[in-house]
């Protein structure tokens, strides 16, 4: 049964806006997911107008209170979670499985944020001045801005909100535009589990017009970006010129070096699992496979083997095995990316350069050129390119000559490959024998290189960091 689902702005506590944008459900074209509100710069400016005004009562309540708020929404969102995990697969097109291990993440994120409402946040130093004690303070930074992309479209909303309202901070979420209702969905399990009105405000809408204000508007004192590297360098420019805080995490070329001593089978299915799940639509999605010659028939077949359980279909469908391409605009890169691979003497084991509508089946290019783009540049699509290197050494080269630095893996069961691997990979995140998509959530995340503005971590307990300033305190007894 098709129903529509309707994204309205948050601000200032009320749902307000006409809903006046189309999503169509990327797996059946001729069903409206969701109809959005469309955000104008007076929408966001009064936006940050109603958290400026917010945010001081709310920095007020001490973070115990304010963690309750975030263990409530965890609470609310659980309970709802069926039907949120609903209507993120009707916008963005994912797997049901996908999208309610998503919605789960989320929940998880508001629980470990919200359990931190009690954890110290500050350290005290003995002093070198007799009679004194010297401590530290994190203190909020006011209002922050927060500008989401679609791929995981109520878990990075949820990972970002949670550490800045933890903080003491308000916020102005912009979600993207194609993906508008699982952030709603956020915004309003936060909104009934008691956040006050105007702490956490959402406006719908393109990135020129409401992420334009947010990036430009001299309110917003710190801005956090996840989407594609040319829009983050943009944003990052223009807050380095203000003199704002910015978190930017961005695109990826991840890559995984399979070596002779690996499992031929195991390999096969963490690069399978890190290059095909989530329709390869993740930025720690495996694109790129370094693979040395006593190893490749057997791992390529086994590759392949696996690569053949993978349809495109309806995410809401049973048995779906993997989800649709989640645009035209991306459909188009992924084909184009494989039509000029073929062009230039790339060999597909499997899948084709076309598809039928948004069904796009999972691709396997053997005999890559390092240098061609689907080697090089990041694509998103399910789309695995392998290249074949003599020994560990250069494959190691080859994975780290890459313009991005966000996951890199290694296949192997020597642990002196493990090792030397996680030690000289030039990546965020290092993956030993894992998929290389795929993180815990209160550890550490980001990247380096053209994949990070290599500031503040994300996730964790020190996502926090990015949402607070760090103040020193004397004080003396006499
Ligand atoms: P995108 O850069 O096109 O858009 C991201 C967000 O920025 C959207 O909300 C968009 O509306 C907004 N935006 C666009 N132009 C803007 C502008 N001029 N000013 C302000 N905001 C603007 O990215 P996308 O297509 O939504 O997402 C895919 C990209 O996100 C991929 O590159 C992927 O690797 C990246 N990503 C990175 C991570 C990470 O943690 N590193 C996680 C998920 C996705």
Redesign the pocket.
């Known amino acids: 049964m098709s129903s529509t689902a309707t994204a309205q702005h948050l601000i200032n506590g009320e749902f307000v806006g006409d809903a006046v944008l189309e999503r169509r459900n990327p797996a059946r074209p001729g069903e409206v997911a969701v109809v959005s509100a469309s955000g104008t710069r007076a929408d966001a400016e009064t936006a940050i107008a109603a958290a400026a005004a917010a945010q001081r009562e709310w920095a007020a309540v001490p973070a115990p209170g304010r963690g309750a708020v975030l263990l409530r929404a965890a609470d609310l969102l659980r309970e709802r979670a069926g039907k949120v995990a609903e209507d993120l697969v009707r916008e963005e097109g994912k797997t049901m499985a996908e999208a309610s291990g998503e919605v789960g993440r989320a929940i998880g994120v508001l629980q470990f944020f919200g359990s931190l409402g009690w954890a110290s946040t500050g350290t005290t130093y003995d002093s070198a001045l007799p009679r004194t004690t010297v401590s530290t303070q994190r203190r909020p930074l006011g209002v922050v801005g927060l500008?989401?992309?679609?791929?995981?479209p109520i878990a990075?909303p949820a990972w970002k909100t949670a550490p800045a309202l933890l903080a003491g901070n308000a916020v102005v979420l912009?979600?993207?535009?194609?993906t508008p209702m699982s952030a709603s969905h956020l915004a309003a399990a936060l909104l009934d589990a008691g956040l006050p009105a105007g702490v956490l405000n959402v406006v719908h809408?393109?990135?020129?017009t409401?992420?334009?204000v947010?990036?430009h508007d001299d309110r917003i004192a710190a801005l956090s970006?996840?989407?594609?590297?040319?829009?983050?360098r943009?944003?990052g420019r223009v807050l380095n010129e203000r003199g704002a805080r910015s978190q930017l995490?961005?695109?990826?070329k991840n890559g995984v070096l399979v070596v002779d001593d690996a499992d031929p089978r195991r390999a096969a299915q963490v690069v399978a699992a890190g290059g095909f799940g989530l329709t390869g639509?993740?930025?720690?999605?495996t694109s790129r496979v370094y693979v040395t010659p006593g190893i490749r028939a057997a791992f390529l077949e086994e590759l392949a083997a696996i690569a053949a359980t993978y349809a495109p279909g309806d995410g809401l469908e049973q048995g779906t095995s993997m989800g649709v391409v989640a645009s035209d605009?991306?459909l188009e890169r992924n084909v184009t990316a494989v039509r000029t691979a073929v062009g230039s003497g790339a060999t597909l084991l499997h899948g084709r350069p076309e598809s039928d509508g948004l069904y796009f089946e999972p691709v396997i290019a053997v005999d890559v050129d390092h240098a061609s783009p689907l080697a090089a540049d990041?694509i998103?699509g399910p789309i695995i390119a392998v290249m074949d290197v003599p020994d560990y050494e250069s494959g190691l080269a080859a994975i780290n000559d890459s313009a991005y630095g966000?996951t890199a893996g290694i296949c192997t069961t020597s642990l002196s490959h493990a090792t030397d691997f996680a030690d000289r990979a030039h990546a965020g995140v290092v993956k030993v024998n894992r998929a290389t998509a795929g993180l815990d959530l209160h550890v550490p995340?980001?990247?380096i290189k053209d994949?990070?503005s290599g500031t503040f971590r994300?996730q964790g307990h020190t996502a926090t960091h990015f949402y607070s300033w760090e103040k020193t305190v004397y004080v003396g007894s006499d």
């Open positions: 500008i989401t992309p679609w791929n995981f990075i912009k979600p993207s535009d194609l809408g393109t990135g020129s409401v992420g334009e947010l990036t970006f996840t989407g594609s590297t040319r829009v983050g943009q944003i995490e961005m695109g990826g639509q993740a930025c720690t999605a605009a991306q990041e998103f966000l995340f980001g990247g994949s990070s994300e």
